[in-house]
């Protein structure tokens, strides 16, 4: 079986309901489409919709040859039961009951409890990269003392293939690089085409210390998704004025090239040998056609030279 294309892959935040209820048909297609589309690497977590994304994807990977595809989850956020639900959804962005709670753990056995449950869920026997997921939101140097010890010993049981810490910090992302126990980097919002502060620390110290990144989040949480504007989003916020200036320069540029912004968003990062793979969501099958195309869009050497000319 020849190796699948990993440029793209599906972000799983969509299939665990976040901001918008899917039921489970639609998040069937999604996946449908992902796989009718050439897709084959996909990305979730516990923490998307208390363990939905990674039920929804495991029952649509069952029986699929497992040399086909590649799975990404994380670790640091395990999810309890709660002892008496009262029908109260969750309270972190997903359209979900709150029937689970997620206490953070970024210890071996909470590693290690975290992903035998993740494995359960998905129907596998190992996943392919295994991400801390946010470790500065809880400690970030005893998660990393703590949690890239514990995958590294689960690595060596073949439970994962690749290890490495998924974050929108910058600063976090660049201690977990210095640590040499990373693998794999998933940066979320940190390398676009708007916010590119991954180029001065990140992406060089990943280059020299074979540290492969995975781009997440490149549109910037709708902002660099269509037209932007002072309604757009952020990182899911309120865009800031200087911030909105600089998209608005590069939508230009786009505009005179005649390329979607969005396809020079999403083809950005690729243009670095660190990069291996992007990955953005979904919450319909027209989405995921569209990001497919957006990928295989012609975009002019002369755009690319605009862009980091500005």
Same mark, same amino acid.
């Given at each position: ?199 001065? /620390? !990140?992406?060089?110290? *990943?280059?020299? +210390? %074979? &540290?492969?990144?995975? =781009? #997440? @989040? ?30 608005? /320069? !590069?939508?230009?540029? *786009?505009?005179? +090239? %005649? &390329?979607?912004?969005? =396809? #020079? @968003? ?40 605009? &862009?980091?000319?500005?």
């Amino acid at each position: 079986m020849p190796d699948p294309d990993l440029r793209l892959g599906l972000g799983g935040a969509g299939l665990g309901n976040h901001r918008v209820a899917l039921d489970d048909a639609t998040a069937r297609a999604v996946l449908d489409e992902a796989w009718l589309r050439g897709i084959r690497l996909f990305d979730t977590a516990p923490h998307y919709g208390l363990g939905l994304s990674e039920r929804r994807l495991g029952e649509f990977l069952a029986g699929r040859p497992r040399a086909g595809f590649e799975v990404s989850t994380k670790v640091g956020r395990r999810l309890v039961p709660v002892a008496d639900p009262d029908g109260a959804l969750d309270d972190e962005g997903f359209v979900v009951p709150a029937d689970v709670r997620r206490v953070w753990d970024f210890s071996a056995a909470g590693i290690r409890q975290t992903l035998e449950a993740s494995l359960e869920r998905l129907g596998l026997d190992h996943v392919d990269t295994v991400y801390l997921h946010d470790p500065e939101r809880w400690n970030l140097q005893e998660a990393l003392d703590q949690g890239l010890p514990a995958l590294r010993g689960l690595q060596a049981e073949g439970l994962v293939r690749r290890v490495g810490v998924g974050s929108m910090d910058l600063d976090a992302l660049v201690a977990a690089a210095g640590t040499g126990l990373v693998d794999e980097l998933m940066v979320a919002g940190r390398y676009t085409l708007v916010d590119r502060r991954a180029e001065e /620390r !990140l992406l060089p110290l *990943c280059a020299e +210390a %074979g &540290v492969a990144i995975v =781009a #997440a @989040a490149v549109f910037n949480g709708g902002l660099l998704a269509g037209s932007p504007s002072p309604a757009s989003t952020y990182d899911y916020a309120q865009v800031p004025a200087d911030v909105l200036a600089r998209a608005q /320069r !590069l939508d230009d540029i *786009c505009r005179r +090239a %005649g &390329v979607p912004l969005p =396809a #020079a @968003a999403l083809q950005f990062p690729l243009r670095r040998p660190v990069v291996r793979s992007v990955v953005v969501g979904a919450v319909d099958p027209a989405q995921v056609s569209a990001n497919v195309r957006l990928l295989a869009a012609e975009v002019p050497d002369e755009l690319w030279d605009e &862009v980091a000319a500005g």
